[in-house]
C-alpha cells in the first residue's frame, strides 16, 4: 500500500501567523484527502485533490496536490484558534484508509 | 439525516467483560469501519465490511469480531475486554467508490479497569 508521512507532527503557532504541513510520498498517489479533528471530535472530511498540480482553497486554507503527484499541502494563513486540531491526510489501499499521526496544531493566543 | 450514530458514547467495563459497540449509518453506504485512536498513534483500523456479508480484517483484529448483517449496521463486539483496549472508537462509512470521502460517528468512550 501507499505510504504517506505527515510533517510536522506538531506546529505550535501564534494567532495571526501563517504555517504549512505537508504530506509526502514515496509512490505517486491517485488522490489524496485531509480530514480535521477538533480536540474532543471526530475527523471530518475536508477536500480531496485529484488532479496534478491541484490548488483548491476553503476561505484561509490552502490545498495544493504536487505535480507529481507525490505530495500535498495544507497552508493556513492567519491562524485562528478555531484552527485547533489534527489535520490528516490518509493512505489509501483498496477501501482502507489508513490515518497516521496527523499533524497536531496548537494556537497560541 | 443522522449519518453515523454510535452508541454508548461511554463506557467502562472491567477486565474480562464483554460487550458491543453499536454503530449505524442512514446514507445507504456500502463501506463500513472501525478504528481506535490512541494518544499520538492516530486512527488505527480493527476491521472494516465493503457490504452486508462481508467482513475483513485491518491492522489491529484482535480481540475484536464484527459482523454485516445489514448494510445499516456494523457492531463492534470485545469479547474479552482487556486494559489495552482503553481506547476511543470510531465507526465511519463511506459509498463504494474509493474517492469518497469517510463519514466518521462520534465515537466511543472505553475504559477497562
Known amino acids: 500500500g501507499q505510504q504517506v508521512m505527515q510533517i510536522p507532527q506538531y506546529q505550535h503557532v501564534q494567532e495571526g501567523e501563517d504555517f504549512t504541513t505537508y504530506c509526502n510520498s514515496s509512490?505517486?498517489?491517485?488522490?489524496i484527502q485531509w480530514y480535521k479533528q477538533r480536540p474532543g471530535g471526530h475527523p471530518v472530511f475536508l477536500i480531496q485533490l485529484v488532479k496534478s498540480g491541484e490548488v483548491k482553497k476553503q476561505k484561509r486554507l490552502t490545498f495544493q496536490f504536487g505535480e507529481a503527484k507525490k505530495n500535498s499541502s495544507l497552508h493556513i494563513t492567519a491562524t485562528q484558534t478555531t484552527d485547533v486540531g489534527t489535520y490528516f491526510c490518509?493512505?489509501?489501499?483498496?477501501?482502507?484508509?489508513?490515518f497516521g499521526a496527523g499533524t497536531t496544531v496548537t494556537v497560541r493566543a | 439525516n443522522a449519518g453515523v450514530t454510535q452508541t454508548p458514547k461511554f463506557q467502562v467495563l472491567k477486565t474480562g467483560q464483554s460487550m458491543t459497540l453499536q454503530c449505524a449509518q442512514d446514507?445507504?453506504?456500502?463501506?463500513m469501519s472501525w478504528y481506535r485512536q490512541d494518544p499520538g498513534m492516530g486512527l488505527r483500523l480493527i476491521h472494516y465490511?465493503?457490504?452486508?456479508?462481508?467482513?475483513d480484517q485491518g491492522e489491529v483484529p484482535n480481540g475484536y469480531n464484527v459482523s454485516r448483517s445489514t448494510t445499516e449496521d456494523f457492531p463492534l463486539r470485545l469479547l474479552s475486554a482487556a486494559p489495552s483496549q482503553t481506547s476511543v472508537y470510531f465507526c465511519?462509512?463511506?459509498?463504494?467508490?474509493?474517492?469518497?470521502?469517510?463519514?466518521f460517528g462520534n465515537g466511543t468512550r472505553l475504559t477497562v479497569t
Open positions: 465511519a462509512s463511506r459509498t463504494r467508490g474509493t474517492n469518497s470521502p469517510l463519514h
Open positions: 446514507m445507504n453506504h456500502e463501506y
Open positions: 509512490t505517486t498517489l491517485s488522490n
Open positions: 465490511s465493503v457490504g452486508a456479508g462481508i467482513t
Open positions: 490518509p493512505t489509501s489501499n483498496d477501501y482502507k484508509l489508513s
